[in-house]
C-alpha cells in the first residue's frame, strides 16, 4: 500500500529542526530590535522635517516598499562585501575587517533590519503624531526637554498605539525569516530542506516546519497580547 | 512681578495681539474676559511661549526677555516660572496622579525622587486628592482631572499660574470643586492669570479684570469698576450679554 505521508520520518525531523529555532529567533527578535532604533529614527527626521535627512528617509522608505525582500536580502548579501573590499583597495578603510569571515546571519540580520525598520518608521510616525497636541504643550509647559517629554511621555503613549501593528510586522518577519536559506543561513527552514533532500521526503518536512512556524507564532501572539494590555493600562476607565 | 510689553503676535498675515502692554505685582489675581477669537489664550500662551509671540519683551520675576531674541534658556526661564493650567486638562494620560505631580520636579528640577515625593503629596493634599495617587487620568472625574492639572502647576513653584479656561470643558455640577480649588490657591497669594468664562468667580476672586477684544485690552480696573461701570461700550455689550447667556 501507498504511504501518503512517511509519519516516521516527520516526527524525526521534529528535533533537528527545533535545534535551529535559535537562528530564526535570533534573526527575528535582533532584527525587531535593531529596526526599532532605525524606525524611530527615521520617524523623528520626518516628523521634525530635518532638511536632507528627511528626503533620504523618504526615498529609502520607498525604496523598502517597492522591491522585493528576496531581492534586498540579495543586495545586502553580495553588495556589502563588494563595497568593504572595495573601501579596503581604494581607501585602505576598514583594514582589519575579513570579508570571508562574515557569517551569512550577520548579512540576514541586516537585511531584515532595514527592510522592517522602513515599515515600522511608518506606523511610528503616525502612532506619534495621533499622540494629543496637548500632552506636547503640557510637557513643554513644565519645562521638560524635547528628549525627555519624547522619553517619558510621548513615546509610551506612541507604543501603546502602535503595538498591534508592530505585532503583526513582527510575526510577518518571522515568517519572512525563511527567506535567509538562500544565502547559507542553515535557520529552521534550511534545515528542513537539508532534511528533505536528504531523504527525499519534502512534503513530510515542510509540514513539520509549518508546524513549528505555527506554534511560535501562536506564542508570539499570546505575548503580544499581554504586552499590549501592559501598554494600555493607563486608558482602562475603572480603578485598579 | 509680571510685565509684558508691547507683545504682538501675527499668525501669518493675521494680527491676534496687537500691542499688549501689562504690569502684574506679586499675588496679583488678574482675570482676563473676552469673547472667542479675541486673543486671550494666545496672551496667555505667549507668557510661557507654547506660542512663539512675533515681538515685545516678556518679564518674569526679573528676568526679562525679547521675545525675537530669545534663547532656549530664556524659555526654559519663562516655562519654568510659569504653571500652566489647560482647559482640556492635558494630565500626562501614561502616568498616575503622583507621577504627573512629580515628574516636573525629577526630570525637569532634578530632585531627588523621595524628595519630589514628599513634595507632590503635599501638594496634592492640597487640592484634596491624596486617595487617588495611583489612579491614571482615564479612571478620574473632569474635576479630579483638573485639580490634578493645578497640582501639577503648583508643583514647580512657580511666580505666576496660568489658567487658560480652566472649567469651561467641565460638567456643570464640577466646576464648583476646581473654583474652589482655584481660591484656596488664591489665598495662599499666588500671582494668578485666569482666562475664564465665569464672570462671577471673576468678580469675586480678583483684584484686576481685563477686557479684551480684537488683540487689545479694551479696558482694565477693579471687578467693581469694570462690572458695575465699565466705561467702553464693547465692553457693557459683552458684559450684559453674557450675564443674559447665564
Redesign the interface.
Known amino acids: 500500500m501507498e504511504n501518503l505521508l512517511d509519519l516516521n520520518f516527520l516526527i524525526e525531523s521534529f528535533p533537528a529542526i527545533v535545534s535551529r529555532l535559535p537562528i530564526t529567533i535570533g534573526i527575528a527578535v535582533g532584527s525587531l530590535v535593531l529596526s526599532l532604533f532605525i524606525g524611530v529614527f527615521t520617524a523623528l527626521i520626518k516628523i521634525y522635517k530635518v532638511p536632507v535627512l528627511s528626503v533620504i528617509s523618504s526615498i529609502y522608505v520607498s525604496f523598502i516598499r517597492g522591491t522585493p525582500l528576496l531581492v534586498q536580502i540579495y543586495l545586502v548579501f553580495y553588495g556589502i562585501p563588494k563595497i568593504i573590499y572595495f573601501l579596503q583597495i581604494e581607501y585602505g578603510w576598514l583594514q582589519s575587517a575579513d570579508v570571508n569571515s562574515i557569517a551569512p546571519e550577520v548579512y540576514a540580520l541586516l537585511a531584515f533590519s532595514v527592510n522592517l525598520g522602513a515599515y515600522l518608521s511608518e506606523t511610528i510616525r503616525s502612532a506619534i503624531e495621533s499622540v494629543d497636541r496637548g500632552q506636547f504643550e503640557a510637557a513643554k509647559a513644565i519645562g521638560m526637554s524635547p528628549t525627555a517629554m519624547m522619553l517619558k511621555i510621548i513615546f509610551p503613549q506612541a507604543l501603546a498605539v502602535a503595538i498591534p501593528n508592530l505585532g503583526n510586522m513582527f510575526i510577518s518577519t518571522i515568517k519572512d525569516t525563511s527567506l535567509v536559506f538562500i544565502i547559507g543561513v542553515v535557520d529552521i527552514m534550511g534545515q528542513a530542506k537539508i532534511l528533505g533532500s536528504r531523504g527525499l521526503a519534502f512534503f513530510e518536512v515542510y509540514i513539520a516546519v509549518s508546524i513549528v512556524y505555527w506554534i511560535l507564532c501562536i506564542i508570539v501572539e499570546r505575548v503580544l497580547v499581554k504586552i499590549e494590555k501592559r501598554a494600555r493600562r493607563y486608558e482602562r476607565g475603572i480603578a485598579a | 512681578m509680571i510685565k509684558l510689553e508691547n507683545i504682538h503676535k501675527y499668525y501669518d498675515s493675521q494680527h491676534v495681539l496687537k500691542g499688549i502692554n501689562l504690569e502684574v505685582s506679586k499675588g496679583e489675581i488678574v482675570s482676563i474676559l473676552g469673547p472667542s477669537g479675541s486673543g486671550k489664550s494666545t496672551l496667555l500662551r505667549c507668557i ?3 506660542e512663539q509671540p512675533t515681538s515685545g519683551i516678556v518679564e518674569i520675576g526679573g528676568k526679562r526677555v525679547d521675545v525675537e531674541s530669545a534663547s532656549k534658556a530664556d524659555v ?1 526661564a519663562l ?2 516660572s ?3 493650567v ?1 482647559q ?8 498616575t496622579v503622583l507621577d504627573n505631580v512629580m ?2 520636579l525629577t ?2 528640577k532634578q530632585l531627588k525622587k523621595d524628595e519630589a515625593k514628599k513634595k507632590s503629596l503635599d501638594i496634592l493634599e492640597r487640592v484634596g486628592l491624596t486617595n487617588r495617587l ?6 478620574l472625574s473632569g474635576g479630579q482631572q483638573q485639580r490634578v492639572g493645578i497640582a ?2 503648583l ?2 513653584n512657580p511666580e505666576v499660574l496660568l489658567f487658560d479656561e480652566p472649567t469651561s470643558s467641565l460638567d456643570p455640577e464640577l466646576v464648583d470643586e476646581v473654583l474652589a480649588t482655584i481660591r484656596s490657591v488664591a489665598a495662599t497669594g499666588k500671582t494668578m492669570f485666569i482666562v475664564t468664562h465665569e464672570l462671577q468667580f471673576a468678580r469675586e476672586i480678583s483684584d484686576r479684570v481685563i477686557f479684551m477684544e480684537d488683540g487689545v485690552i479694551v479696558e482694565e480696573g477693579t471687578p467693581e469698576q469694570l462690572f458695575t461701570q465699565p466705561k467702553a461700550e464693547r465692553t457693557k455689550q459683552f458684559l450684559s450679554k453674557a450675564s443674559r447667556n447665564k
Open positions: 510661557n511661549f507654547l526654559f516655562r519654568t510659569t504653571g500652566m489647560f482640556q486638562y492635558n494630565l500626562f494620560k501614561n502616568l515628574i516636573g526630570s525637569v495611583n489612579h491614571y487620568p482615564a479612571q501639577r502647576a508643583a514647580l
